[in-house]
């Protein structure tokens, strides 16, 4: 059962910095598409960034230059770096794997497993 548990969530004050991170059972980081993903208050689930096979990376406007993803592939680990934190990057964060073809890369309907989520507040 693939299992993906998130974990950074808190406060923080803009322009602070934050490092999420997503632990993952019986699925390899390494060798799939990892994506993570935010919903803000109100809102619908978006996009926030992908980290592919070969190490491509892509990334949603609101983030680009701010958020970078990585991976331990020992560990089988995922992490979103933010920096220059916004109030509006204020959202539960979510990481995604399991790709299904035919959505794009940064739609919630390409994504089959998901985690529960953590918590990110921007907030002086």
């Known amino acids: 059962q693939v299992q993906l548990m998130e974990a950074g969530g808190g406060t923080v004050r803009p322009g602070g910095s934050l490092t999420l991170s997503c632990v993952v059972s019986?699925?390899?980081?390494?060798?799939?598409?990892m994506a993570w993903f935010r919903q803000p208050p109100g809102k619908e689930r978006e996009g926030v960034a992908t980290?592919?096979?070969?190490?491509?990376?892509i990334y949603a406007d609101s983030v680009k230059g701010r958020f970078s993803v990585s991976r331990d592939s020992d560990k089988n680990i995922f992490y979103l770096e933010m920096r220059s934190l916004k109030p509006e990057d204020a959202a539960i964060y979510y990481c995604?794997?399991?790709?299904?073809?035919?959505?794009?890369?940064?739609?919630?309907?390409?994504?089959?497993?998901w985690g529960q989520g953590t918590q990110v507040t921007v907030s002086s």
């Open positions: 980290l592919h096979e070969i190490g491509a990376q």
């Open positions: 995604a794997a399991g790709p299904i073809p035919g959505f794009a890369h940064l739609s919630p309907l390409r994504y089959k497993y």
């Open positions: 019986n699925y390899s980081v390494r060798s799939n598409v």
